[in-house]
């Protein structure tokens, strides 16, 4: 279920409040939902007096059912919270359920799990991509990786001072993917937070076997 909850909002520029719409949760039935998150627009509020856009933060749920996953996007302090209610829903629900503390992150997720492909996966490509530029990089460091879904899709690598692009290689997807789907916690895939930190504890895993 979709839940919208009407409020207000004021102006960083010109004080005027600004009507606007947050989603306690919002699922794929909803035809804008899925783009709009992808494109920060859900979190988006225009002022009609001055024009400025200001970006809103609050916690969703996020229920893609077409590829049965739900991804809770939570404030780091309500971190605890929101593992509580996942323990609940897992006595329900049977898909795969992720949590992310940040906007850039759930709008990743949407993307990766729309085009149908696995966010693990896309995690491991990430720490292997800056394992194989880190020399590039010297002592800059990595502050985040987010894989951009569009008629190039590739990898943003963030670091200190800059930021630059590498190719998504499908292929090489493919081979990562057919190594590690054997593994049985992969089969599971009861691992709610899937991000670098995530991905580097699988990749130390295998290599120490």
């Not at 494109?39 to 001055?50: P, Q, Y």
């Not at 933060?57 to 309500?78: K, Q, S």
């Not at 990786?145 to 690598?157: K, L, S, T, V």
Request: glycine share 4%; with cysteine; hydrophobic share 35%.
């Amino acid at each position: 279920m979709s839940i919208p909850v009407k409020t207000t909002v004021r102006c960083p520029q010109c004080g005027k409040e600004i009507e606007f719409t947050m989603w306690q949760s919002i699922n794929d039935e909803m035809p804008f939902a899925m783009k709009d998150i992808i494109t920060g627009k859900l979190f988006e509020a225009e002022c009609k007096k001055c024009g400025k856009k200001t970006n809103v933060h609050y916690p969703i749920l996020v229920n893609d059912m077409a590829h049965r996953v739900m991804i809770y996007y939570t404030f780091p302090e309500g971190k605890e919270q929101t593992e509580k209610a996942l323990e609940f829903m897992k006595k329900m629900y049977d898909g795969r359920v992720r949590i992310v503390t940040d906007q850039a992150s759930l709008s990743e997720k949407v993307a990766i799990f729309s085009e149908e492909l696995d966010d693990r996966i896309i995690e491991l490509l990430k720490a292997i991509v800056i394992a194989q530029i880190q020399d590039q990089l010297g002592n800059k460091e990595v502050q985040g990786a987010y894989y951009i879904p569009d008629d190039n899709p590739r990898f943003e690598i963030i670091y200190d001072g800059g930021s630059g692009y590498v190719a998504f290689d499908k292929d090489f997807y493919n081979e990562v993917r057919d190594e590690f789907v054997q593994m049985e916690d992969f089969a599971r895939d009861t691992e709610p937070y899937i991000d670098l930190d995530w991905a580097y504890s699988i990749l130390s895993a295998d290599y120490e076997e």
